[in-house]
């Protein structure tokens, strides 16, 4: 019931943004044949870009942390590498000079927010006095997410041929130095 009522809040928010950038354009016969495409609409909008960064700052300004900004190149660098892993979906890290979180969610209706929240939840499992992650479970993503020298993000979404959904961001100046805390 919830992934219908999130279905029909972004296919009615798509909408809405085609209508507004639609009608931002000049009216003559030249602009008649621009038709933008959702994949154009989730990858470029303005919107997408505020649900990421909201997302990500929210978590770092529990810890009070400095606001990420968008960054064009690591967005560019990230929508790349998601192309690279449409066939496959999987999450396998690039090999950039870049901190890096990846998420894959099963079918096409994942948010933004759903991966952040997804990183952010394995901050149950860092303990900050040992600055480790608990035994058998992984934290690096939150980490990441919470890397105070971070200063920059930015993130693509793909659905892969497999119609899942996959996530990268990509963080300037990474995180997760080797002996040294997030904050």
């Known amino acids: 019931m919830a992934v219908v009522s999130i279905s029909n809040h972004l296919i009615s928010a798509l909408l809405l943004l085609h209508i507004l950038l639609l ?4 009216h003559n016969r030249a602009n008649s044949a621009v038709i933008l495409s959702r994949r154009d609409l989730r990858a470029n909008s303005t919107a997408v870009i505020a649900q990421f960064l909201r997302a990500h700052n ?24 998601a192309n690279r892993r449409r066939g496959d979906c999987t999450l396998i890290h690039s090999t950039a000079d870049f901190g890096e979180n990846l998420f894959w969610g099963s079918g096409k209706r994942w948010k933004p927010a759903d991966a952040v929240a997804a990183w ?44 899942d959904t996959f996530i990268a961001c990509e963080y300037y100046p990474h995180g997760n130095v080797i002996g040294e805390k997030p904050y």
């Open 23 to 26: 009608s931002s354009l000049p």
């Open 58 to 81: 929210t978590v770092r300004s529990a810890h009070g942390l400095s606001r990420l900004k968008w960054s064009p190149s690591l967005a560019n660098y990230a929508k790349w590498y």
């Open 120 to 163: 952010a939840a394995e901050g149950a499992h860092y303990d900050y006095q040992t600055n480790s992650c608990k035994s058998g479970s992984d934290c690096l993503h939150y980490t990441q997410l919470v890397w105070k020298s971070t200063m920059k993000v930015g993130c693509a979404q793909i659905v892969c041929h497999s119609r």
